[in-house]
C-alpha cells in the first residue's frame, strides 16, 4: 500500500477531506467506478461533529447547509475516487452473487493521527451490482442505522459508525412512498468474508492473494503468526476478532438479524444495521426480522453462526493456505476448531465482568448459566435485571438461593465492594436502544419530521452506563403488553 502525504492543515483542502484510495487500486475484478446519482432536494438532517473532529475534517467548513450536496451525493470530496465493491454472500445459507448495489465507497479518509476509514454513502442511487433494485434508500431505516451503530460505539463495541444523513427530497418507492436519504458510513473498511468467497467461487486465485495480503496489512499489520503463511494469520486473527466481537454482542443483548457472509466483516466491526435489535426479555430464542423464519439468526445463535460463517470464510482461504489442498484443509480445519473455545473465553469475561468477577473459578461458566435459566423463566428484561443485580439483596427475578451462591463467590476475591460495583457498571448498560423507543422515535422523524425525540434518544445511548440526568422511559423496560416488534432488512 503506498503513503500518504504528511498532513498540512493548512493547505488541506475542502474541510479536511483526505483521500486515499488503496482499494481503488486494486485491480479491476475488485470493484466497479460509479458516480452517485445526484439528487434534487439535498438536505442534511443529522450530523456527527464528534465523528467529524475525530476524522480531521474541519466542522467549520462542514456547516449543514454547504456539507448538504457532499452527504447526498451531488458533489464529490476533493480526491475521491468512487466505486461499488464486488462481492459474493450466503444469504440464509445460499451462495449469490452481490455486490454494493446501494453503496459507493467514496475512498479512504486518512485522520491527522494516521488511521485509515472508508467513507462510504449508502443509498447514493443504483451501481453495477444494483439488479432490480433502486440502489436508494429510505430515511427511516437510516436514521436506524445512525442511532444503533452510535449506541453500540457508545457501548464500546466495535462498529461501523455514522457521520451524517442527508434527505434528497425524492421519495423512494416500497409498500408506499417513503422519504429518501443517503447515510454516510464510516468503517475500518467495508472488506467482508462475501469478498473472499467471491473471489474463490470464481477461482481468481490471484486476487484471492491479493486480497489476503490487503487486508492483513490493513486489519492485522502486527500479526506475527505464520510469516510464511499470509492466509493463515489472516484467518486466525478473523477467528479471534469475531469471537469477541459476537461475546461483545451476547453481554448487551444485541441480535444482529442478518449474519450472512456478506455482512461479516474483517475489521471485526459489526457492520450492516438492517433487521437488528435488542432483547428486552432473555430469551435465546428471540428473533426480530421478519423474514427469519427458521431462527437462523435468532440471539443465541449468534455464536455458532458466527462459526459457520468463519467456516466458509476458511473454506474460501483453502486455495492460498497451501499450493496442496490436501494439506490446506486440516490447516483451515484446525483453525475453525478453535472458535467455540475462543468465544467461550470472551463471552466468560464478559459475563464475569457483568457479575463483578475479578477471578476465574471453575464453577464460574455454572453460576452464569444458571442465572440465566432463572431469566428465561422469570421472563425478565435482560438489561434492567443485570443492571440491578445487587450484593445487597435478591430481588425481581433473583432467586434467593441464586444470589446466595454469587455472594459466596463474591467472597472468595479480594476486591472491595466499590470495586464490584464498578466493575459490575461498566459491564451492564442502563441505556439500550429498546425497541418501542426506536420506533417511537423514527415515527415522529419519518411522519412528522420531527427529529426531537430521536434526539433525545440518541443522546440517552450515548451514555449507556450512566443513568444520571436519563428520562425514566429510557431506563425501564417496555410497558407489560407492548409486543415485540418486528425489523425489516434491506429497507
Ligand atoms: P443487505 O441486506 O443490506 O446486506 O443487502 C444485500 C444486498 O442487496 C446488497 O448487495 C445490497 O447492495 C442489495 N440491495 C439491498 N437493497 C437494495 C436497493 N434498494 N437497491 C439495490 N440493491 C439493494
Ligand atoms: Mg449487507
Redo the contacts with the bound molecule.
Keep these: 500500500m503506498s503513503s500518504v502525504p504528511a498532513p498540512d492543515s493548512a493547505s488541506r483542502p475542502g474541510g479536511g477531506w483526505r483521500f486515499d484510495n488503496s482499494y481503488a487500486r486494486l485491480p479491476a475484478a475488485f470493484f466497479s467506478r460509479v458516480q452517485p446519482t445526484p439528487v434534487s432536494h439535498p438536505r442534511v438532517v443529522l450530523f456527527n461533529p464528534t465523528l467529524a473532529n475525530a476524522l480531521g475534517l474541519d466542522v467549520t467548513n462542514l456547516s449543514l447547509p454547504s456539507a448538504a450536496s457532499v452527504f447526498a451525493g451531488n458533489e464529490l470530496p476533493p480526491g475521491a475516487d468512487p466505486i461499488g465493491q464486488a462481492y459474493a454472500g450466503h444469504q440464509f445459507g445460499n451462495l449469490t452473487r452481490?455486490?454494493?448495489?446501494?453503496?459507493i465507497l467514496l475512498g479512504e479518509q486518512v485522520t491527522p493521527s494516521g488511521a485509515r476509514f472508508d467513507i462510504q454513502l449508502k443509498g447514493p442511487g443504483p451501481t453495477p451490482?444494483?439488479?432490480r433494485?433502486?440502489?436508494?434508500?429510505a430515511l427511516g431505516p437510516m436514521l436506524r442505522e445512525y442511532l444503533i451503530s452510535e449506541a453500540m460505539h457508545a457501548l464500546g463495541i466495535p462498529t461501523t459508525r455514522s457521520l451524517a444523513v442527508a434527505t434528497t427530497g425524492e421519495p423512494v418507492f416500497r409498500d408506499e412512498p417513503l422519504p429518501g436519504a443517503v447515510l454516510t458510513r464510516v468503517a475500518a473498511s467495508h472488506i467482508r468474508v462475501g469478498t473472499f468467497v467471491l473471489f474463490s467461487a470464481l477461482g481468481d486465485v490471484d486476487s484471492l492473494r491479493l486480497l489476503v495480503e490487503h487486508t492483513r496489512q490493513r486489519h492485522f499489520p502486527n500479526l506475527t503468526q505464520h510469516p510464511e503463511n499470509p492466509a493463515l494469520a489472516l484467518l486466525e486473527g478473523a477467528i479471534e476478532s469475531q469471537a469477541f466481537l459476537i461475546a461483545q454482542w451476547m453481554r448487551v443483548g444485541f441480535v444482529h438479524g442478518?449474519m450472512?457472509t456478506?455482512?461479516m466483516a474483517l475489521s471485526g466491526e459489526t457492520i450492516?444495521y438492517?433487521p437488528c435489535a435488542f432483547i428486552d426479555t432473555y430469551d435465546p430464542d428471540a428473533v426480530f426480522s421478519s423474514i427469519d423464519h427458521q431462527g437462523r439468526y435468532a440471539f443465541g445463535n449468534q455464536p455458532s453462526i458466527a462459526g459457520w460463517n468463519l467456516a466458509r470464510f476458511a473454506e474460501a482461504l483453502i486455495p492460498v493456505l497451501h499450493p496442496d489442498s490436501a494439506q490446506a484443509l486440516p490447516l483451515a480445519q484446525e483453525a475453525i476448531r478453535q472458535f467455540p473455545a475462543r468465544f467461550t473465553r470472551h463471552w466468560l469475561e464478559a459475563m464475569r465482568g457483568k457479575l463483578g468477577l475479578f477471578s476465574e473459578e471453575p464453577g464460574d461458566e455454572a453460576l452464569i448459566n444458571d442465572l440465566l435459566t432463572a431469566l428465561l423463566e422469570g421472563r425478565a428484561d435482560y438489561t434492567h435485571s443485570f443492571r440491578s443485580l445487587h450484593p445487597d439483596q435478591a430481588s425481581g427475578p433473583i432467586p434467593p438461593d441464586w444470589h446466595n451462591r454469587w455472594t459466596g463467590r463474591l467472597r472468595q476475591q479480594p476486591q472491595t465492594r466499590e470495586a464490584v460495583l464498578h466493575r459490575m457498571r461498566a459491564h451492564n448498560t442502563a441505556v439500550i436502544p429498546r425497541n418501542h423507543e426506536v420506533e417511537a422515535a423514527l415515527d415522529d422523524a419519518t411522519r412528522r419530521a420531527d427529529l426531537s425525540r430521536f434526539h433525545r434518544l440518541l443522546q440517552a445511548v450515548s451514555q449507556p452506563y450512566d443513568e444520571t440526568g436519563q428520562p425514566q422511559e429510557f431506563l425501564n423496560p417496555p410497558p407489560a403488553g407492548t409486543p415485540r416488534c418486528t425489523t425489516f432488512?434491506?429497507t
Design positions: 452481490l455486490g454494493d448495489g446501494r453503496a451490482y444494483s439488479r433494485g433502486d440502489g436508494r434508500a442478518v450472512n456478506d455482512n450492516d438492517g432488512c434491506g
